[in-house]
């Protein structure tokens, strides 16, 4: 097995990862095929498999569109990772991926009823992966993109787009993107200022952090600072990538520089999409007052929830289940993918982000700081975000 | 959606056709994914996906090889199709593929509770196929190539034998050449003649005809007859390509030249891997005594039973679900896969293949002319075959 360059693999492993890993020895595969037609009988045989399915394939070959009605297209997702930047652990290559790929296609089916398939690729280059997912996307519904590392990504997302006829989404990005921005809605009315108003710190410019500056822009919100691990990103600076340079002119009208400290200064949110143990309570304590800190690195997250409450932010959230105002793509990506099948959408348009945000962050009637956000596991979430993609 | 030039695409449909259309079309898709591990809570979002996926992400960068332990990968098989030959109907591209892949993949979970997923490539060039087949291979812990034309489907089956490390088994050349062997092994006690005796005819000389005439003269059997379009292969014959050159150096040791008819004359044992209504009532009169006749063309045979046994045929057998004595792959690539899967195999050898087919064929414990071979919803198939993979 080929196992890409694998970077920054811990070798830490305490008492509760022994444990959760041996959950996963145990449990074996996280999801796995059922038949949906009987084949009970040679007639059903005859009917599914050979000499009826001729009949299907002819069929087919010169209906290629009704793919959509009678096959696993109808109903199908790929979710594709190359294992370049898995969660908040970097490059950690295909075997590493696979675990999040099979979580994602568990969320998929029990959440939204989308038959996902994981597929991680033995391959991190950009043409290849184009290629490959051409190759294989005929029998599919949709394409999640998941896990690829900036800026490969964007060139990636944007060629798949522009050449196959299904939606293609790289999660990571616009999942993210979708679902601060719905969270940011519901915490700007908490503390009672007009989001489009608020001093936005967005730390990380990669998928995530370069995709949610680029929504809340189209959002409206005016005043974003952008920082990668070389501090504020700004037009003048010095060997900016093109995703960067693209952003450059986009944010930062106050033309900050430095590092954290000095973006935090006065800020009215944080939006943590970097890495663990990035923002201290010091950096809480310079923001304006009832700041917002949305600490979503994943495993681990920015700062944890209660270090943040105890410097002074009036509104917290993570990226983890085991917080509260869980602020997870899995709010968005399986509704974004159920209502595109289901309509036969072919791509994911920045209106119907947009929308897709609206309609999350309307579900919480009445915000307040310890629930900006509707549960994973509130029911409305999926039909809601269905409802929004058209 | 690209289509690959189909061709022989016949555009009579009849009133048997629009039913089996209609019932496709009402199915939707055959198979669907299922969630295995729970779902209902917080706390099983926080092990199953973020944090608790990261411990699992970390250990599998580290030992890719647990993927098989606890991971899709642990039961997993990729269908995979470029629909350049789709059962006998030609070069009908991915999208003709499809609902075969997809019949195949409800036959894997339904007979041996395999998860297999089809996957249809919108490619039909050889290097694209094996870099393609290579880079989503990490999930999956084996590969069904199906109905991919010959000559190339040698070459792509080899080169991906070689360079991956799950089991690879191009279906149409093995899983035909087992069940074909298992078959000619009751038949010829049936007309109580030693098989290695037999004078066999094969007719078509693509990815079946060639693999099984290689496997009958693994099983023994001396005198074999192969012809293609142009008629029977000699070594002499000018303009043979590699494979087919290879048949000649091991076939027709009579050195039998002209077609069919000439091929017939005293054989003991036709098998038919060739196209419809290949074989007449003045071929099986032309045979030896107590003739053996597969017609096992999908989805039309060379010959119909009735027709065969009309003029003279002791055995008859085909490929589909509506007549006796079905020689079909679906005997074989459940368990093959099954058992493979199960012990961790990661080549399927020559060795394996007669070891399977004679454990299919000691299924039936007294052969007769109404039943050489064991049904395919007989359950213990699936075991016999799994068990003989080692």
Chains 1, 2 share one sequence.
């Not at 020895?25 to 796995?32: H, I, T």
């Not at 997912?133 to 522009?162: M, Q, T, W, Y």
Request: hydrophobic letters at 45%.
């Amino acid at each position: 097995m080929t196992n890409n360059s694998p970077k920054r693999v811990s070798n830490g492993v305490d008492t509760k990862s022994k444990k959760i890993l041996a959950a996963f020895k145990s449990q074996g595969a996280r999801v796995e095929t059922k038949g949906r037609a009987k084949l009970k009988s040679k007639k059903d045989f005859s009917l599914w498999y050979t000499p009826g399915v001729g009949v299907a394939s002819l069929h087919l070959a010169k209906h290629p569109e009704d793919a959509r009605k009678m096959s696993v297209k109808k109903n199908s997702v790929a979710v594709i990772s190359d294992g370049s930047a898995v969660l908040g652990l970097g490059n950690i290559g295909p075997y590493g991926a696979l675990p999040v790929m099979e979580g994602k296609a568990l969320i998929f089916k029990e959440m939204a009823g989308v038959d996902a398939w994981p597929i991680v690729l033995d391959t991190q280059d950009p043409d290849e992966i184009v290629r490959t997912v051409k190759a294989i996307a005929p029998a599919f519904g949709g394409i999640n993109l998941e896990d690829i590392a900036s800026p490969k990504c964007f060139a990636i997302e944007k060629r798949l787009i522009e050449e196959l006829d299904i939606p293609v989404m790289h999660d990571d990005q616009h999942g993210t993107a979708i679902v601060v921005l719905a969270g940011l809605m519901n915490a700007a009315k908490v503390v009672k200022k007009d989001m489009k108003k608020l001093k936005v710190v967005v730390s990380g410019a990669g998928a995530a952090g370069a995709a949610t500056a680029k929504l809340l822009i189209a959002a409206g919100v005016r005043d974003i600072v952008l920082l990668d691990r070389t501090g504020t990103i700004y037009a003048a600076r010095p060997g900016l990538n093109e995703s960067k340079a693209e952003l450059a002119a986009l944010t930062n009208p106050r033309r900050v520089a430095g590092g954290l400290a000095e973006a935090m200064v006065g800020a009215d949110a944080f939006i943590g999409l970097s890495g663990k143990g990035v923002l201290t309570a010091e950096h809480i304590k310079s923001m304006a007052p009832k700041s917002i800190v949305f600490a979503m690195a994943n495993p681990e997250p920015e700062i944890l929830p209660g270090e943040a409450l105890r410097a002074g932010a009036a509104v917290i959230a993570t990226g983890r289940s085991d917080f509260p105002n869980q602020i997870n793509n899995s709010l968005v990506f399986p509704g974004i993918f159920r209502g595109a099948l289901d309509k036969e959408v072919k791509k994911i348009t920045e209106a119907t982000k947009l929308r897709t945000a609206r309609a999350l962050a309307a579900l919480v009637a009445r915000p307040t700081a310890a629930k900006i956000i509707p549960d994973m596991l509130d029911p409305r979430v999926v039909k809601a975000v269905a409802r929004a993609v058209h």
